[in-house]
């Protein structure tokens, strides 16, 4: 058995977490190879180590005294050190990151120092070896990620290797200039090693005992989703639900590998296992719901459009033009609907109505604003009648106006819209009806 083990900043934010985090790794020897991130915060008031290295940085790349800042990150690290008791000393790293802050050798390389640290004092504490991620995670020169390069050296790297410690978050182009992922990009590095390594299972320590069905910024105690599939978290993930980093799902899917959600402070809760399918039955039809807020929807109609060739096309490049990608495109007999984001699309409305004309001369274009959609997933509904009817009797018991009904081609979800002064009551109706009642 191998598994990868990725931990997040909240669970090495001190000396007291890496001993929670040591001891989960002591007590299976199945874990192997182990991707922290950089120090998160210790409580709510306090700063993620990544980001007083932008801060820094920032300073740094003004010509201002950085020293203080420096020191402060620092102060960090030594913390953890001196709380584990490692005689380990940072000394020559930190010379070597105050000359490149000062020669300004980037803000990719000024972020990643905080996962390469951390990686340090985790390989010292579990007497593991040492991978510094810029030899092994490939990026081109644009700085793309290159999956199947960084695949393939990884997986001869750590061919021999028994036990070993890769910092996450980012790799480095051939000449060796580092590049990050996008925030939270550990996540991404986890399963990256989990694929070059063929782990039997990926698991990622957070601060939560999984995903929960639905945002219990919303919802009060929303029970926690036990299995999903990768499909089911991708149209989760998509419509914001968070947790897990949205890239890091495509290394492991490559080899089918499941992602298993654990906490750190809780580590004897089952937490949330990420699968390619399931024979399992869900415990409701649904497995989440998550939405998003401050869509703009764009009504196009005009007489007989369905038998005129290429109107979906024409209609769909007046947005293209400008820039602006679309979330759904509900249609009717005479009218098609394109729902955008409503910040980019509020710049640019007048010039997409004038391309809406010059395209497709539309009858009419309406354009209606503040609306939320809303994503019930669940692979249990392909296999059940009447979700939709408990759906919408659902929001209409809670008196929410439904303003658009889209079912994926997938069956794996039913969007709907609704006004955005709705949201909260329509996730509400929705997470009672199946989960709550469960009836
Ligand atoms: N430390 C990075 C961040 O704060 C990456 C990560 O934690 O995954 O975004």
Redesign the pocket.
């Known amino acids: 058995m191998k598994k990868v083990v990725k931990f997040?900043?909240s669970s090495l934010a001190s000396a007291e977490q890496f001993e929670k985090v040591g001891a989960i790794i002591r007590s299976d020897a199945s874990r192997r190879f182990v991707v922290p991130?950089?120090p998160?915060k210790r409580n709510k008031k306090d700063t993620?180590?990544?980001?007083m290295l932008y801060d820094c940085y920032a300073t740094a790349e003004a010509g201002e005294d950085f020293s203080a800042k420096l020191n402060a990150i620092r102060a960090r690290y030594q913390e953890i050190i001196d709380g584990l008791g490692l005689s380990l000393s940072l000394d020559a790293e930190f010379d070597i990151i105050r000359k490149e802050f000062a020669a300004k050798a980037g803000r990719d390389y000024a972020?990643s120092r905080?996962?390469y640290l951390n990686g340090i004092v985790m390989a010292a504490y579990l007497g593991y070896e040492f991978i510094d991620a810029a030899t092994v995670i490939r990026f081109n020169e644009e700085g793309h990620f290159l999956p199947e390069l960084t695949n393939e050296l990884l997986g001869k790297r750590l061919e021999n290797v028994d036990s070993a410690v890769i910092p996450?978050?980012y790799g480095a182009r051939e000449d060796g200039t580092v590049v990050t992922f996008s925030?939270?990009?550990?996540?991404i590095t986890g399963s990256i090693v989990a694929r070059a390594i063929r782990a039997d299972m990926y698991e990622n320590w957070t601060d939560v005992s999984g995903f929960l069905v639905a945002d219990p910024r919303i919802v009060e105690n929303p029970e926690v989703i036990e299995t999903i599939t990768y499909r089911e978290l991708r149209e989760l993930s998509y419509m914001g639900a968070g947790v897990l980093?949205e890239d890091a799902i495509f290394p492991v899917r490559k080899e089918g590998i499941p992602i298993n959600i654990k906490n750190t402070n809780r580590p004897e809760d089952p937490g949330t296992l990420i699968v390619e399918s399931t024979c399992r039955k869900p415990r409701f039809t649904i497995t989440g719901i998550a939405g998003k807020k401050n869509f703009a929807s764009v009504t196009i109609e005009k007489d007989m459009m369905n038998s005129e060739i290429g109107f979906g096309r024409k209609v769909l490049t007046a947005f293209e033009e400008n820039a602006l990608s679309f979330e759904h495109v509900p249609s009717g007999i005479d009218t098609m609907t394109v729902f955008v984001d409503q910040h980019a699309f509020e710049e640019k409305e007048q010039n997409v109505i004038s391309a809406l004309h010059r395209l497709v001369e539309p009858d009419s274009v309406e354009v209606d604003s503040d609306l939320a959609l809303i994503a019930i997933v669940g692979r249990g509904m392909r296999s059940t009648r009447g979700t939709a009817g408990r759906i919408f009797s659902a929001l209409a018991h809670a008196r929410v106006n439904v303003r658009m009904i889209d079912q994926g081609s997938s069956e794996l979800n039913v969007i709907v819209g609704v006004d955005n002064a709705d949201f909260e009551t329509a996730i509400r109706a929705i997470y009672d009806i199946f989960v709550t009642t469960n009836i």
């Open positions: 997040g900043g991130s950089a998160g993620k180590v990544t980001d972020a905080g996962e996450g978050f925030r939270g990009g550990s996540d980093h």
